[in-house]
């Protein structure tokens, strides 16, 4: 079992950056990844970015040059997200996989402004 707790989303217009930070506890050294997720009104939830164990990362196609995941050594993955659009805005999850199981954060809310 893991408990995923988010932190960091708010307001922000449309050209500013947020960093979002997801603190792990319960079961973290059976981890095998870590990452986010986004779902928007109307819209199916989206992997953002994620990376491995090993320090792989993959990311959708739309953040690629604009967001950086990373994850401490501990328990904590980060998102920073660099010149956010109006279509970033959504409710972002943590997730984290163990095998073969997703564990999923409660979300924050991103809002960027035009």
């Known amino acids: 079992q893991v408990q995923l707790v988010e932190s960091g989303g708010g307001l922000v217009q449309a050209g500013g950056s947020l960093r979002l930070s997801c603190a792990a506890s319960g079961s973290i050294f059976s981890i095998s990844a870590m990452g986010w997720y986004r779902q928007a009104p109307g819209k199916q939830r989206e992997l953002v970015a994620a990376i491995s164990n090993g320090g792989s990362t993959n990311y959708t196609a739309s953040v690629k040059g604009r967001f950086l995941v990373s994850r401490d050594n501990k328990n904590m993955v980060y998102l920073q997200m660099n010149s956010l659009k109006p279509e970033d805005t959504a409710v972002y999850y943590c997730?984290?996989?163990?095998?073969?199981?997703?564990?999923w954060g409660q979300g924050t809310q991103v809002t960027v402004s035009s």
């Open positions: 997730h984290a996989f163990i095998w073969p199981v997703n564990y």
